[in-house]
C-alpha cells in the first residue's frame, strides 16, 4: 500500500508560480510511475502529466506542456509539480497518483492508477 500526500495548493494571480509535493508512505516509490491529474470545478478529471519510476522520461498534457515540469526524488519519496505561467483556467484540485505495477508507455487514464492522493486546491486568480 501506498499512501499519498500532497501540499502546496493555494491562491496564484496569473502569471505567478506554486510548486506541489506528494509525499508518499508505505512504500518506496522509486520502482513505480506516477503522475498529477486535476479537477476544475464542474468538470471531469483530467490528466497533468506523469513520470516514470526513473524519472528519466515525462509526459505532458498539451494545455501545460511548457509551463509545467513534473520530477521525482526518490530517495525523499516525494514527486512535485512545478507551475509556472498559472493561468484562471488551470484552477483545480490537483491529485497526486501512483501506480501498482510497471506499465509502459505510462497511462494517461485516471482509472490505470491505483494510489490516489487527497487532493490539493490550486486557484488561479485574474
Known amino acids: 500500500q501506498v499512501q499519498l500526500v500532497e501540499s502546496g495548493g493555494g491562491l496564484v494571480q496569473a502569471g505567478g508560480s506554486l510548486r506541489l509535493s506528494c509525499l508518499a508512505s508505505g512504500r518506496t516509490i522509486s520502482g513505480i510511475g506516477m503522475a498529477w491529474f486535476r479537477q476544475p470545478p464542474g468538470k471531469e478529471r483530467e490528466f497533468v502529466g506523469a513520470?516514470?519510476?526513473?524519472?528519466?522520461?515525462?509526459y505532458y498534457a498539451d494545455s501545460v506542456r511548457g509551463r509545467f515540469a513534473i520530477s521525482r526524488d526518490n530517495a525523499k519519496n516525494t514527486l512535485y509539480l512545478q507551475m509556472n505561467s498559472l493561468k484562471p483556467e488551470d484552477t483545480a484540485v490537483y491529485s497526486c497518483?501512483?501506480?501498482?505495477?510497471?506499465?509502459?508507455?505510462?497511462?494517461?487514464?485516471?482509472?490505470?492508477?491505483?494510489?490516489w492522493g487527497q487532493g490539493t486546491q490550486v486557484t488561479v486568480s485574474s
Open positions: 513520470i516514470t519510476s526513473s524519472g528519466l522520461t515525462t
Open positions: 497518483a501512483a501506480l501498482s505495477r510497471r506499465m509502459t508507455p505510462m497511462p494517461r487514464g485516471w482509472n490505470e492508477f491505483t494510489y
